[in-house]
């Protein structure tokens, strides 16, 4: 039987793609003379056996979050307990939340264990951990309605003192099920697998409860080994009202703002129907022809949008899009 687990250098000769069945990363690294190649040789040992050791705890990883000692075993499982935790005693959550963001810091952690990196990032469809020494940047560029192809409409260049080591995208049309409306939250974090949490937890905050324009199904009825069981969540958002979507995000930065007060995340930028927030700790969003501001709010013309991390192009990336380049060679 053919290996399922593929590992292969993209042609541009710096990307790393691996791939196992959900499980789909592109991976970069730069540093002293082999330490990228050594680098992407320990991200591919360690990618081998993640998706058996997530399989074999999946049930307690499906089932809601409780306060207390972590009960997962090995070592992504636990990542995803630690970060959807700080969760459990306010609302349903499951590790699962979390699970391509534990992924990504862990193939970070194995390659920062191998090589000295000035650089780095593990982009898990687009939860993405970062590594970033000395003066070294990231630049990450937020694109309209990332389900479709759209232009780049506001960027952020983030580095190393900003402490931010993961950045995360949630909302009702991206790649996983949301309880809200957003069309997208994207938030910053010090690892993947925490902005993954409160992405989730932020996106389903942006919401206009028993609204007749949103419309929603039991989660199970969509995927039946769904971790959300039968709670409802979002197939479709009609048109809505301006004060309507005023109304839905101000709940959405109400929280993003709780979680920046609580020290758990570092940012975060909401959008729906074309209205974009952030809070007042976002590292300087700026369109790419004006000069960078610590916050913004911005009205779409045509009434879409929504935010993702995206750049250049990857394989078999599917929902949000995302990638990163740094500050001095990208635009």
Same mark, same amino acid.
């Given at each position: 039987?053919?290996?399922?687990?593929?590992?292969?250098?993209?042609?541009?000769?710096?990307?790393?793609h691996?791939?196992?069945?959900?499980?789909?990363?592109?991976?970069?690294?730069?540093?002293?003379?082999?330490?990228?190649?050594?680098?992407?040789?320990?991200?591919?040992?360690?990618?081998?056996?993640?998706?058996?050791?997530?399989?074999?705890?999946?049930?307690?990883?499906?089932?809601?979050?409780?306060?207390?000692?972590?009960?997962?075993?090995?070592?992504?499982?636990?990542?995803?307990?630690?970060?959807?935790?700080?969760?459990?005693?306010?609302?349903?959550i499951?590790?699962?939340?979390?699970?391509?963001?534990?992924?990504a810091?862990?193939?970070?952690?194995a390659?920062?264990? =191998?090589?000295?990196?000035?650089r780095?990032?593990?982009?898990?469809?687009?939860?993405?951990?970062?590594?970033?020494?000395?003066?070294?940047?990231?630049?990450?560029?937020?694109?309209?309605?990332?389900?479709?192809? =759209?232009?780049?409409?506001?960027?952020?260049?983030?580095?190393r003192?900003?402490?931010?080591?993961?950045?995360?995208?949630?909302?009702?049309?991206?790649?996983?099920?949301s309880?809200g409306?957003?069309?997208?939250?994207?938030?910053?974090?010090?690892?993947?697998?925490?902005?993954a949490a409160?992405?989730?937890?932020?996106?389903?905050?942006v919401?206009?409860?028993?609204?007749?324009?949103?419309t929603?199904?039991?989660?199970?009825?969509?995927?039946?080994?769904?971790?959300?069981?039968?709670?409802?969540?979002?197939?479709?958002?009609?048109?809505?009202?301006?004060?309507?979507?005023?109304?839905?995000?101000?709940?959405?930065? =109400?929280?993003?703002?709780?979680?920046?007060?609580?020290?758990?995340?570092?940012?975060?930028?909401?959008?729906?129907?074309g209205?974009?927030?952030?809070?007042?700790?976002?590292?300087?969003?700026?369109?790419?022809?004006?000069?960078?501001?610590?916050?913004?709010?911005?009205?779409?013309r045509?009434?879409?949008?929504?935010?993702?991390w995206?750049?250049?192009?990857?394989?078999?990336?599917?929902?949000?899009?995302?990638?990163?380049?740094?500050?001095?060679?990208?635009?």
């Amino acid at each position: 039987m053919a290996d399922p687990r593929r590992a292969r250098l993209l042609p541009d000769g710096r990307r790393l793609h691996l791939q196992h069945g959900p499980i789909d990363l592109v991976v970069e690294a730069a540093g002293p003379h082999g330490a990228a190649a050594a680098a992407r040789e320990a991200a591919t040992r360690r990618f081998a056996t993640i998706l058996d050791e997530l399989c074999g705890e999946l049930p307690l990883l499906r089932s809601p979050a409780v306060p207390g000692p972590a009960r997962a075993h090995g070592a992504v499982a636990r990542r995803m307990e630690a970060a959807v935790a700080p969760f459990a005693e306010t609302g349903f959550i499951t590790p699962m939340a979390a699970v391509a963001g534990a992924v990504a810091d862990e193939i970070l952690v194995a390659m920062l264990a =191998a090589a000295p990196l000035r650089r780095a990032y593990v982009n898990n469809g687009g939860d993405i951990a970062l590594h970033l020494d000395g003066d070294e940047t990231f630049r990450i560029g937020l694109v309209d309605r990332p389900d479709r192809a =759209a232009g780049l409409f506001g960027t952020a260049c983030i580095g190393r003192a900003d402490g931010i080591g993961g950045v995360a995208t949630s909302g009702w049309r991206g790649r996983s099920f949301s309880l809200g409306i957003a069309d997208a939250v994207t938030v910053l974090a010090r690892s993947a697998a925490a902005a993954a949490a409160a992405a989730t937890v932020v996106a389903n905050a942006v919401d206009l409860p028993g609204h007749p324009a949103v419309t929603r199904a039991p989660a199970d009825s969509i995927q039946p080994d769904s971790d959300l069981g039968p709670r409802p969540v979002t197939r479709g958002v009609g048109e809505l009202t301006p004060g309507e979507i005023d109304l839905a995000v101000s709940r959405g930065r =109400a929280r993003a703002d709780g979680l920046v007060s609580r020290a758990l995340i570092a940012g975060a930028a909401l959008h729906l129907q074309g209205l974009t927030t952030t809070n007042s700790s976002w590292p300087g969003l700026a369109r790419p022809s004006t000069n960078a501001r610590s916050t913004g709010q911005e009205r779409g013309r045509d009434g879409s949008g929504g935010p993702a991390w995206m750049a250049g192009p990857s394989p078999a990336m599917t929902g949000w899009r995302a990638a990163v380049e740094g500050c001095a060679a990208w635009l």
